[in-house]
Nanobody
Framework: QVQLVESGGGLVQTGDSLRLSCVISGLASSNYFMGWFRQAPGKERAFVAAISRFGSSTAYADSVKGRFTISGDNLKNTMYLQMNTLEPAETPVYYC?????????????????WGRGTQVTVSS
């Protein structure tokens, strides 16, 4: 059984940094394509970043390029999202996701496995 568990969310101020973690169990993370998404109340789940198997390539939403960094540690079966210069609008729940399918990238519908999310709150 595949499980994804996010952590690292919390309350920070505008301009602060935060690192989210996603621990993967029940599968070898190196076989999967992984992604981070976020969802604000009443809105659709939005793509944040994705990383390919073994971390050979990454992709980011335009809104986070240059501020967020996605990475993975296959030995620890953990994926990270380093978020810098956070903005008040970036106060949704962050979810990690995994899929065996290549080329899914920013498409939430392409991911088969999801965590329960971790809340990030950025105060102004």
């Amino acid at each position: 059984q595949v499980q994804l568990v996010e952590s690292g969310g919390g309350l920070v101020q505008t301009g602060d940094s935060l690192r989210l973690s996603c621990v993967i169990s029940g599968l070898a993370s190196s076989n999967y394509f992984m992604g981070w998404f976020r969802q604000a109340p009443g809105k659709e789940r939005a793509f944040v970043a994705a990383i390919s198997r073994f971390g050979s390539s990454t992709a980011y939403a335009d809104s986070v390029k240059g501020r967020f960094t996605i990475s993975g540690d296959n030995l620890k079966n953990t994926m990270y999202l380093q978020m810098n210069t956070l903005e008040p609008a970036e106060t949704p729940v962050y979810y990690c996701a995994a899929t065996l399918r290549a080329g899914v990238g920013p498409l939430a519908s392409g991911y088969d496995n999801w965590g329960r999310g971790t809340q990030v709150t950025v105060s102004s």
